[in-house]
């Protein structure tokens, strides 16, 4: 029998206001791993109201009594690691490797947020007033929208919701359709075993397609104050249209079209590796895989023959299967859409070099050369194990190709001399560079985001602080003040 998921709005478990739920898929059996409510705006309006009525409270707590609740909840998701290891294979067809790294990124998170309750800093600014004391005062800012995408599902919610937490603000999280446990329902439970107060954080969760009413009633909402949104750039701009118009501050994660640079001087046996890394990793379900490979032309012969060889080893499979790479794609949808792009750029004169055809629910890790730039591949974030490998003549050609996206969210650059990949990195239009290394990487402190189309803002523990609390002047006079009327 299939688990029951409700909606946790101010401590308790509840289930929809309209009654309905909906089935959470297994991506690679196909088998109904769960019913999970399926919300509305009524059930987002009380989880916002609830939220904000455990403000007050939870922003006066004493920064050590907030600190302990993070540690316990790492605690607590340390013990239940093999259980949630198997929820993200079971949900979001993720394969060991990358559920380990999901574990331990939300491992550090918790514990590194635990110091950020005392984190929230002012300063004394001088005045020219005479008896006049000013200060700059940091406070939370209040109910807190968390919407959070499936991929990495238990990191992009942990990212979303333990910052603004942990400085003092309550939070609403929506997470994902597609992954509303382990995006979601599990962080409740993490924080609720480790004594966080009702109300501080809600999670509401919702069927296919009714995303947008649950959205809009978390934007619009005036006790909500804050937005961060993971997710596609299309829809990152509905919203923060929608934002704009209500004067709502949004950190937007987006998609991105990543390049990784092959320079000339790189070590090859370490370029393919890197390479495959970066772009196959969790099957390519991953915002930040490479998805451009640019190799400059003295070494692109060898640097092809042994990247096909190395692609063509990765084992396609069951994510419960410690050697599988390339696990099932998130849904049918995805898998189609991959499809159809790879086709279409076939048709107008791409060469597939590897793979290409589909293994459902699967699709193999597959590379293309000579991807004609109409083609949607050529220009469009794919999520899956899809790479254009391309030949450049030298560096600023690479920095050309690269910077020709009109997103910008991670690259990686590998080369022999290092002061040559930073002076790249520093040319590239892009939010993260990593010189000697592919683009998948984060950290939680980390300013982790990207330029143009690839979003607003950045995430990272060290850096919430300026998008999650509001800054406030504030003066004090010891002495009465002479005014002339």
């Known amino acids: 029998m299939s688990e029951v ?37 009524d059930d987002a309006r009380d989880a916002v109201e609830a939220a904000h009525a455990a403000f007050p409270a939870w922003a006066e707590l004493a920064p050590t009594e907030r600190q302990l609740i993070f540690l316990r909840a790492a605690d607590v998701l340390s013990r239940r690691k093999t259980e949630i290891i198997g929820l993200l294979a079971g949900e979001t067809g993720c394969g060991a490797h990358f559920a380990e790294i999901q574990l331990q990124f939300c491992l550090s998170l918790l514990r590194q947020a635990a110091g950020l309750a005392f984190a929230a800093t002012g300063q004394v600014l001088p005045s020219d007033v005479q008896g006049t004391r000013a200060l700059a005062l940091r406070r939370p800012v209040g109910v807190v929208a968390a919407i959070s995408a499936w991929n990495a599902a238990l990191v992009l919610a942990g990212r979303a919701i333990v910052g603004p937490m942990a400085l003092g603000n309550t939070v609403v999280l929506k997470p994902s359709e597609e992954a509303p446990i382990t995006g ?129 080893q990765l084992p396609v499979g069951d994510p419960r299967d410690p050697a599988t790479v390339l696990g099932p794609l998130i849904n049918q949808w995805a898998l189609s ?19 290409g055809t589909p293994q459902p629910p699967c699709y193999p890790a597959t590379v293309l050369t000579d991807v004609p730039e109409e083609a949607e591949l050529a220009f469009e974030e794919t999520f899956g194990p899809v790479a254009l490998l391309e030949i450049v003549e030298n560096r600023d050609h690479a920095v050309q190709r690269s910077n020709a996206s009109r997103y910008g969210l991670t690259a990686g650059i590998i080369t022999d001399d290092v002061y040559r990949g930073l002076d790249l990195a520093r040319r590239l239009e892009v939010g993260i560079v990593h010189v000697n290394d592919q683009p998948v990487n984060d950290e939680p402190h980390m300013p982790f985001g990207g330029l143009k189309d690839s979003g607003w803002g950045r995430f990272g523990l060290n850096f919430a602080t300026e998008d999650f609390t509001e800054l406030q002047w504030a003066t004090l006079r010891s002495t009465p003040r002479t005014f002339p009327f």
């Open 5 to 41: 998921v409700r909606h946790f709005i101010g401590g308790r478990w509840r289930d929809s206001v309209n009654g309905r739920r909906h089935p959470d898929h297994d991506p690679w059996t196909g088998e109904v791993i769960a019913e999970v409510a399926s919300g509305d705006a």
């Open 337 to 355: 859409l991959i499809t159809r792009r790879v086709e279409e750029a076939v048709a107008l004169g791409a060469r597939v070099l590897i793979g």
């Open 184 to 312: 979601g329902t599990v962080w409740a439970e993490l924080f609720a075993e480790a004594g966080l107060p009702p109300g501080v954080l809600n999670v509401v969760t919702h069927a296919p397609g009714d995303a947008g009413a649950i959205v809009e009633e978390c934007v619009t909402h005036p006790r909500v104050r804050r937005i961060n949104f993971t997710g596609s750039t299309v829809t990152g701009r509905r919203l923060a249209e929608l934002a704009a118009r209500h004067l709502k501050r949004p950190v937007l994660q987006l998609s991105g079209h990543n390049s990784l640079i092959v320079l000339a001087d790189a070590d090859l046996e370490y370029a393919v590796n890197a390479a495959a890394y970066g772009a196959f990793l969790h099957q390519g379900e991953v915002c930040m895989c490479a998805r451009r490979i640019l190799v400059e032309r003295p070494i692109a012969e060898e640097f092809t023959e042994r990247f096909i060889a190395k692609v063509s």
